[in-house]
Structure formats: structure tokens, C-alpha cells
């Protein structure tokens, strides 16, 4: 192999190599998106739970008072 032709192939795997490492850079910030609005799904679901348990709370208060012989407030 001459080293021109070394010279051509050493440039191809360059250029394959750049396409892959394009590629991964890609990938990163679609997973990247991807943690991020899961992430908030998640930050909405503890959040919606949180207020339920503060309602179910408020529910089992007033029902305790009724059952209790007292009306809530």
C-alpha cells in the first residue's frame, strides 16, 4: 500500500469516526430531552399526589368530625 493510499484510508476511518462521534452528540441531547420531560412528568405526577393526599386528609378530617358527634368546620 503506498502512502497515499494509507494517506486516503487513515482519512476515511478520520471521517467515519467524526460521523459516529456526530451521531453520539445527537443521541445525548435526544436522551437528554427525553430525562428532561420525564422528568417533570414525574415532578407533576408527585405533585398532583402530594395535593390529593392533602385533600383526602382534609376529607378524613371533616368525615371524623361528623362521625365524631361533631360537624366540621
Known amino acids: ?3 497515499f493510499e ?3 484510508e487513515l482519512r476515511r476511518e478520520r471521517d467515519a469516526l467524526r460521523r459516529e462521534i456526530s451521531m453520539a452528540r445527537e ?3 435526544v436522551q437528554d430531552i ?3 420531560r420525564q422528568q417533570k412528568k414525574l415532578e407533576r405526577a408527585i405533585d398532583e399526589n402530594l395535593s390529593l393526599k392533602e385533600h383526602l386528609a382534609e376529607i378524613e378530617s371533616c368525615l371524623g368530625g361528623i ?3 361533631e360537624e366540621a368546620v
Request: a neutral charge.
Open 6 to 8: 494509507s494517506l486516503r
Open 27 to 29: 443521541l445525548i441531547v
Open 1 to 3: 500500500m503506498s502512502f
Open 34 to 36: 427525553a430525562f428532561e
Open 67 to 69: 362521625v365524631g358527634g
